[in-house]
Every structure is written in structure tokens, then in C-alpha cells.
Nanobody, 125 residues
Framework: VQLQASGGGLFQAGGSLRLSCAASGRALSNYAMGWFRRAPGKEREFVSA????????AYADSVKGRFTISRDNAKNTVYLQMNSLKPEDTAVYYC???????????????????WGQGTLVTVSS
């Protein structure tokens, strides 16, 4: 499956944005999805994950209560709604996919075998 992330840009602290991850080549309904980010000078880290049908979701502690992951399998797209933005949310955001036939969540980067190109989110204070 090929993934294309979009929605990044320059935003104000306290603001909101929604990232999209559009899939092509395969039906996204057979994939568990995740969002990761790499902040300047840091390692890429887990942000959020959603199971193949969307029944289960998980978040990093740093974004819990502010970010919401969702998916629309009919549109072959996964979203990351980001609210109450903070400067420390500045990063390149990546979506990732792994084939799944259960409601399992995946937190580790090595669990994913398809990655989008990343979209840069910059949050100014």
C-alpha cells in the first residue's frame, strides 16, 4: 500500500489542524495504522495508532486528550486531528500501515512496513 500524508504547515500555538493519510494500491480496511513524528534533533516517536476497523485507538502520553486518530475506510484515508497545539508538537509527521486482520494496535515502528513521505507541522508560540 502507498501512503500520502498531507495537511502540514505553519500553525499558532493553541490552534488546530487535521492531518490526512491517503492510501492507494490496497484497501486500507485490511491495515492497522499509525502516526509517528520526528522532531528536530530527535528520534522518530510514536504518536497514535488505530486498529483495522477503528475499534481501538492509542495515543502517546504527550498528545493524549489533544489529538484524535480516526479512519474512513470507504475513503481509504486515516486522519489525525490535532488540537491545542504546542510548540513541542513541531515535527515531521509520518503515517504508517501494517497488514492486520484483528483489532490489534501497533506501537513499534518495526511493526509497520509501509510509510508515507511525511508532512511538516510547525507550531509557533
Amino acid at each position: 500500500v502507498q501512503l500520502q500524508a498531507s495537511g502540514g504547515g505553519l500553525f499558532q500555538a493553541g490552534g488546530s489542524l487535521r492531518l490526512s493519510c491517503a492510501a492507494s494500491g490496497r484497501a486500507l480496511s485490511n491495515y492497522a495504522m499509525g502516526w509517528f513524528r520526528r522532531a528536530p534533533g530527535k528520534e522518530r516517536e510514536f504518536v497514535s495508532a488505530i486498529s483495522w476497523r477503528g475499534e481501538r485507538r492509542a495515543y502517546a502520553d504527550s498528545v493524549k486528550g489533544r489529538f484524535t486518530i480516526s479512519r474512513d475506510n470507504a475513503k481509504n484515508t486515516v486522519y489525525l486531528q490535532m488540537n491545542s497545539l504546542k510548540p513541542e508538537d513541531t515535527a515531521v509527521y509520518y503515517c504508517a500501515a501494517t497488514a492486520s486482520y484483528s483489532n490489534e494496535l501497533h506501537y513499534a515502528q518495526r511493526s509497520y512496513d509501509s510509510w508515507g513521505q511525511g508532512t511538516l507541522v510547525t507550531v509557533s508560540s
